[in-house]
Nanobody, 119 residues
Framework: QVQLVESGGGLVQAGGSLRLSCAASRNIFTINVMGWYRQAPGKQRESVAVTTSGGNTNYADSVKGRFTISSDNATNTVYLQMNNLKPEDTAVYFC?????????????WGQGTQVTVSS
């Protein structure tokens, strides 16, 4: 089991920055993949950025060069630094943890944090 608590959302003007935080209830180096997803009104949830326990990262094309995912094992926290925000980044952002046990994959989600970018 993993509990995730996000924070850091808010309202920002286009071109501004925000940093989202996701605090996990257990050591994140024991979690196979951690990532950030987002869901805008009327749209499906989409992957934004993920990081693996091996240190690999992957980003959606729409955020490459603007967003950075990072992790702090000492505090069991994963961050999403978002720069040069655009109105189309407006969405509820969710933290996700994926663990693998044998052939089973388990997904855990935070409650979400709202990010609103005004033009």
């Amino acid at each position: 089991q993993v509990q995730l608590v996000e924070s850091g959302g808010g309202l920002v003007q286009a071109g501004g920055s925000l940093r989202l935080s996701c605090a996990a209830s257990r050591n994140i180096f024991t979690i196979n993949v951690m990532g950030w997803y987002r869901q805008a009104p009327g749209k499906q949830r989409e992957s934004v950025a993920v990081t693996t326990s091996g240190g690999n990262t992957n980003y959606a094309d729409s955020v490459k060069g603007r967003f950075t995912i990072s992790s702090d094992n000492a505090t069991n926290t994963v961050y999403l630094q978002m720069n040069n925000l655009k109105p189309e980044d407006t969405a509820v952002y969710f933290c996700n943890a994926e663990t693998v046990v044998g052939t089973w994959r388990y997904h855990y989600w935070g409650q979400g944090t709202q990010v609103t970018v005004s033009s």
